[in-house]
């Protein structure tokens, strides 16, 4: 091993050339790694000039991201498994099947994945993606060929291409003929929106079960062509921090096997016997806990890996920094301790590829025959077609099985009520069991209850499906499986079913009725809701149905028709043409509880003061999601600009200056509608003529413990922790902004803000006593949510202004949030 450090380790400073046919990333270059940043071109470019150069690796395009770059990979390992990779590959993922390989697992070599820079601020790791891939080409010593006869590498250099690149071009426009060390110095601070995130502002890191992000869908539709047997997600952290690597910090999910966490340990060790050599600060078994499904390290666990994360000290140190304890981090220290770190876990993986390989497969044959839990099948009902299939959808991308309609009596858990209850399956619910490949990360996904060791916790500890779609369920202890594959559509009337309707009526109750709405109103196709249910022929249709007037709109009856079927067969909609305006129950069609509604001017602040990741749920949803313009609007600038060219303004979560409220006043007194996100609200509140109040809570410190101990001094204060928790929120069902949501709305709370009833006007959401439903929430958390409004909506002038106390677009996989969106939006003018 001493001969791997001497030749390896960049703190010696020297590159193995002699007789060197591919040229170090230093040569290729023309610049010393760590001197400066690379940008994503030359990483990438790098990388092209090694696979075309070397026949022991593999170029492996994968994508692209939303600013048009390449996502790549290049697979690595010896000349022999290199010519059966292809084999190799399927017989990995018969593996992961519970299929045995076609091969002895001894001849099978294990597959290791290295993942680099999702965070594109984290930007040491794409640098040291470059010194790796050289070290197990042209660069490699005898033990690194060794290790590579059993091992295949997957090395990704940049998860995050737009974010990085965000980055190192500030940073080279900032920066000065040389670095400045100095904490103080600008290069050590990035403007808003800082280069963490992808082009719409999402982390990456959080999105790798949801796959609301383009480049994460490509990414894991990459990796479940392979699923490795161990994922390494290398990251950075603040600059005043040592080195961190597994084993991870409690808590951990039950259903992470002793074999994953034993493992982690066994990394570990070998990792902390090169940095104890070279002297290297480093802490282990704390902060990075293993529970959230949607990590870099979570994911791969729940699918059967070793998945652990890297931590190097580095978020806004540049090239050099002088650190808190007075010593000066450096470019080249940070891809030192990556590169040592990825090269001590080669040698792990490929000393233990055999048990490796065992355990990996033992996982699905356990997975298939004794899946987790208690509960073995999940049944979510179909009262929601649309947001069962984009429940199917995300399954389907996560390599989950599922089928539908059971169409029998049966008794489970009532994820309502709470609890075991007998209940009808019926064609079209959802059924998923768990006897399968995919039962771990289906249960983790659709448990009712996530246990939770120990409440210091990195992320949200509640995620269950059927609350994040707001769809009815039962979890069941017995095995049941569903008897079709797909669910069952109901074919209707075509548009032109009648020569002279006097109306076209939409559904509205999912994003697909939405992109309808606004694809007529793009159209100039004047366009109506129902504030209220009502019935025709033998036909219900509930509150928010959007409706097409023949006689307001193109008085040619047939080039209206051709229009709006253009629309239902472009968009794979529903509509019903009905004959006349007189309805069999309810309000007839020419009642003014059928108002029309705007066709909406949107413009949504963004800038310094917003937060970066709010701004980016609203602007990805209306971009990706529903097709529909919007003008992003600085808040800098909103002082100076005019805003009679919208008619909507979204203001995301957070902190404002009070003089917004002056700004905004007169515009939405002129009929403009202003909608408010979780703490956008606090600029607002108490500030006349709004009638938003926070709620105050009295301290109560009588039987407060006033003391505490020292060792505790690292501790949160558990008992106003709140990192993600579920809520109940009791509905105005008669309500436009409670449409197609039912009784209540299950909201993900992240802090402890809730606000009093709002005073003659609509209190819409209303936390009630015992509304917690699942996650961490501390007993101080809970006292102040016992009660208070959190949805609400007020009259001004001609206008609106709609208070959303939680983040219903959460990270874009909160589905039943969009439906309050999209009502907040389009209905209630």
Known sequence: ????????????????????????????????????????????????????????????????????????????????????????????????????PAIKSGKQPVILWFSYNVHGNEASSSETAMKTLYALTEGKTKDIGDWLKNTVVVIDPCLNPDGRERYVNY????????????????????????????????????????????ETRQRVKFYRDWMPEVHVDFHEQNYNEPYYFAPAAEPIHVDVTPWQRAFQVTVGKNNAKYFDEQGWQYFTKERFDLLYPSYGDTYPLYNGAIGMTYEQGGIGAGLAVVTMDGDTLTLKDRIAHHYTSGLSTLETVSKHAEKLLEEFERY?????????????????????????????????????????????????????????????????????????PGAVLANVLLEPLTEVSDSNTYDITAWSLPYVYGLKAYALKESVKGLYSDPEDKKELSVLALEKPYAWIFNWGSVADAQVLIALQKEGIKVRSAEEGFSIGQRNFAMGTILVYRAENDRNVKALATKVERIV????????????????????????????????????????????????????????????????????????????????????????????????????????????????????????????????????????????KYGERNQDDLANAIPGAIFKIQLDKSHPLSSELGDFYYALKTDDKVYEPLNKEWNVGMLKADSHVSGVAGKAVMKRLNSGMLFGVQKLGRGRVVYLGSDILFRSFWEIGKQMFLNAVFLGN
């Open 569 to 708: 067969k472009d968009l794979g909609t529903i509509c019903y043409p009905v004959a006349t305006g007189y309805v069999d129950k309810g309000k007839d069609l020419g009642s003014s509880v059928y108002p029309v509604l705007n066709t909406p001017k949107i413009g949504v602040l963004s800038g310094p003061g917003t937060s970066s990741q709010g701004v980016g749920e609203v602007w990805h949803f209306f971009e990706q999601e529903l097709n529909h313009p919007v003008t992003m609007l600085v808040s800098q600038n909103l002082d100076h600009l005019d805003l009679s060219k919208i008619n909507l303004l979204v203001i995301p979560d957070g902190n404002y200056e009070e003089e917004i409220c002056q700004q905004l006043e007169g515009w939405i007194a002129r009929g403009g509608k202003l909608i408010l996100f979780e703490n956008a609200i606090s600029a607002f509140a108490g500030k006349k003529p709004f009638g938003i109040k926070l709620k105050e809570m009295v301290k109560d410190n009588m039987n407060a413990d006033l003391t505490k």
């Open 171 to 214: 940073f080279n426009q900032v920066s000065g003929k040389k670095p400045n060390a100095n904490p103080m110095a600008r290069e050590h601070f990035e403007p808003w929106p800082g280069g963490r995130s992808n082009h719409y502002y999402f982390d990456l890191n959080r999105d790798w079960a949801w796959q609301t992000q383009l």
């Open 364 to 436: 699905f044959e356990r997975s298939v025959n004794t899946p987790p839990g208690i509960y073995k099948t999940y049944v979510i009902k179909a009262q929601n077609l649309s947001r069962i299939k984009r429940m199917a959808v995300l399954l389907q991308r996560n390599g989950i099985a599922y089928s539908f309609g059971p169409d029998r009596s049966l008794r489970g858990y009532n994820y309502e009520n709470k609890k075991t209850e007998g209940f009808r399956g019926e064609r079209n619910d959802l059924v998923v069991n768990l006897h399968q």
């Open 1 to 100: 091993m001493k001969r791997f450090l001497l030749l390896f380790l960049i703190v010696t400073g020297a590159w193995v050339t002699a007789g060197a046919q591919i040229k170090t990333p230093d040569d290729f270059l023309n610049y010393p790694l760590g001197s400066r940043f690379s940008t994503h071109d030359q990483v990438i470019n790098y990388f092209k000039y090694v696979a075309s150069k070397d026949e022991t690796t593999r170029l492996m395009n994968y994508g692209r991201t939303y600013e048009g770059r390449e996502l790549l990979a290049v697979v690595v390992s010896s000349k022999e498994n290199m010519d059966n990779l292809e084999q190799i590959r399927k017989n990995n993922l018969n593996l992961s099947k519970g299929v045995k």
